[in-house]
Structure formats: C-alpha cells, structure tokens
C-alpha cells in the first residue's frame, strides 16, 4: 500500500518588515497574518475531509510553524525533510530592488535559465521528486503533506506538468499557504489541483522570500 495523495503546502506570510530576500537565513520567523494563512492551509484540508497520515516540512522556521496548524487538525507528527528546503540564493539576506542596482552582483544574473544567482533548477527538481516519491512509497495509506516554499514547489509544478524550468519569477502560481495536490496514476505523479486558502488575507501580505 503507499500514500493516496501528496499536497505541497507553501509556507505563510514571514515577519520581514526590511523586506530582505531572506532565503535559508535562520530567524524568519512566521508573522501573524502568516500564522492565520497557515492556519487556513490547514483548516482546507480538513474540510476536503482527507486523510492526512504523515507530515513533513523544510528545516526553516518558516515552515516548521506553518506545520503546526497541520499537525495539530490532524493529530500527526512534524517530521524534518532537508529535500523540501528552500534553494540557494546569491541575494540572500539583501533588499533584492536595491542589490540589482549594485554593478558587483550582475555576474549572478549571467545565465538565467540555470540560473546562475543559486541552485539549479534541475537539482531543485531532482531533490523534491525524491522526497515526493520516497513520501508516496513509505507512507501505508492516507494523504501526506509536504509544506515547503514557492520556488520547490513551482519546480515540481512545472516538471510534472512538463513545462519550461527557466520561468519569470513574478508568473509563479503558488501563492502563500496555497496546497497544490498530486496523485500518482498510470505510473507517474499527476497534479489535480491547486487551492489558495488564505487568498482573502494576501491583500496585505509582503512576499520577497525567494528569486
């Protein structure tokens, strides 16, 4: 037997107020419009009525807290996955409009298709297909949730879904504490759908986490 669903849930609104591209930096922490977004990943789980057995997050604070809602609906554990952290980042820990004015970082922006300013794509792609499929076969039956972050998230998106790797950073579809849902049918992982729970409360929202 293995698992019926994996949902990729992102992470909520971080406490940012410098708007610093924060990346793997420690001590972003979740704010409270985050915590109520993380809360409603969590509460549109429960109202699908799905079975979650098994739950898993990134490292950073940012999603060990958005977790919590999950773990706490659901009565399961939150276990560690270094697989499903966020990428790394030339920029980490700049103000990314004003690092771009700064002739020294250009070199970074060299190759934008692999890209050159951190991790590539297809690495990104590779360590979240495993942790998506290791979760899949390990779990006996039941839904598992990976909470990650946008641009893991997007890379699984786009890989399954058989589009371009290299993309515009601002055309992501994967919104704050959204849930996008993967089967495996026929022999591969299929996405069939992509929710935006906490959409009412992104109006207010800051999101400069990633590149």
Known sequence: MVASQIHLVRHGEVHNPLRVLYGRLPGYRLSELGEQMAAAAAGELADRGRDITRLMASPLQRAQESAVPISERFGVAVETDERIIEPTNHF???VMRLALRNPANWIALRNPKKPSWGEPYVSIVARMLDAVRDAWE????????LVSHQLPIWMVHSALGHGQLPHDPRERR???????TFEHRDGVFAEVSYTDPAGALAAGATDVGAV
Do not use: H, K, Q, Y
């Open 92 to 94: 980490e820990g700049t």
């Open 174 to 180: 994967c919104a704050l504490s959204s849930i996008t």
């Open 138 to 145: 390990s779990t006996p039956s039941g839904d598992v949730v």
